[in-house]
């Protein structure tokens, strides 16, 4: 059975920072890479960040420099450090394999005031 569990979210001023975690169990977390995604109110879901079991990491351009993507293998976790959040960083954030499964846990809101 699959489960994925983000949490770390909340309600931050522009500027400020967040740490995200998502903890797994069930076979998603033995694929090479996973991954950070976003979806913003109106907007599709997108891929923020992605790391390989080696720890090889890939970012979208809006968040390269500000955002860093880590895991730890041994206990199914994946992280997501958010540094100089800007209001357009507002979305509910899930991580998932890349490419993704078609299992989505329940996200964490990440809300950045001006």
């Known amino acids: 059975q699959v489960q994925l569990v983000e949490s770390g979210g909340g309600l931050v001023q522009a500027g400020g920072s967040l740490t995200l975690s998502c903890e797994g169990s069930g076979s998603i977390f033995r694929g090479n890479y996973m991954g950070w995604y976003r979806q913003a109110p109106g907007k599709q879901r997108e891929l923020v960040a992605r790391i390989t079991r080696g720890g090889n990491t890939i970012y979208a351009d809006s968040v390269k420099g500000r955002f860093t993507i880590s895991r730890d293998n041994a206990k199914n976790i994946v992280y997501l450090q958010m540094n100089i959040l800007r209001p357009e960083d507002t979305a509910v954030y899930y991580c998932?394999?890349?490419?993704?499964?078609?299992?989505w846990g329940q996200g964490t809101q990440v809300t950045v005031s001006s």
């Open positions: 998932n394999m890349w490419p993704p499964s078609a299992y």
